[in-house]
Structure formats: C-alpha cells, structure tokens
C-alpha cells in the first residue's frame, strides 16, 4: 500500500519482550516484511473487528438456537471430553 509522502508519520510503540519476539520470528520466518508491515496488519485487522457490526452472524445464531430446542446440541461437558481426549491423542496434552 503505497502512502504519499504527506500521509506517512512516524510514531514509536513499545511492545513487550514476548511481543516484540513473537513479531521478529514471524518476520524471520517470512509471515510479514518488517516489524512495521506486522504492526500495520494488526491495526487493519483490529480496524475491521471495530468495523463490523457481526450483522452476519445473526442467522447463524440462529440456526443454532433452533438445532438446540429440536434438542440437537451436545453438552459442554461432553465436548470438553472429546476435545481432551483428541488432544491426549495427539500429544498436545
């Protein structure tokens, strides 16, 4: 995205020893061009969560209510079950 000269400002943040690691790596690992362009991402995507009024998720949401009253849905418990038995598998856990 170029920007005029006009438009681009400097501006100093300060990140934590773990953020600041994390950005190095993913940029030593190809995922952005500089700590700048990583910076630059996260704002734009913190941009578009502010931006969207999840309008989208509404039927959605719906269609879930509606699967739980036909009594379609899964406990929680059950889940949770499922997903550290999965985990267990896989040696995550």
């Known amino acids: 995205m170029a920007?005029?000269?006009w438009y681009k400002r400097?501006?100093?943040i300060t990140l934590t020893p773990?953020?600041?690691r994390w950005?190095?790596?993913q940029v030593a690992n190809?995922?952005?061009e500089s700590v700048e362009d990583a910076v630059r991402v996260a704002?734009?995507?913190l941009m578009s969560i502010g931006a969207d009024d999840l309008t989208w998720a509404k039927p959605l949401a719906d269609?879930?209510?509606a699967s739980i009253e036909r009594g379609e849905g899964v406990p929680a418990q059950t889940v949770r079950a499922e997903i550290d038995t999965y985990l267990k598998s896989i040696g995550a856990r």
């Open 3 to 5: 920007a005029e000269w």
């Open 10 to 12: 400097r501006m100093t």
């Open 18 to 20: 773990e953020q600041l």
């Open 23 to 25: 950005v190095e790596q």
């Open 30 to 32: 190809g995922g952005f």
């Open 43 to 45: 704002v734009a995507d």
């Open 63 to 65: 269609a879930a209510r």
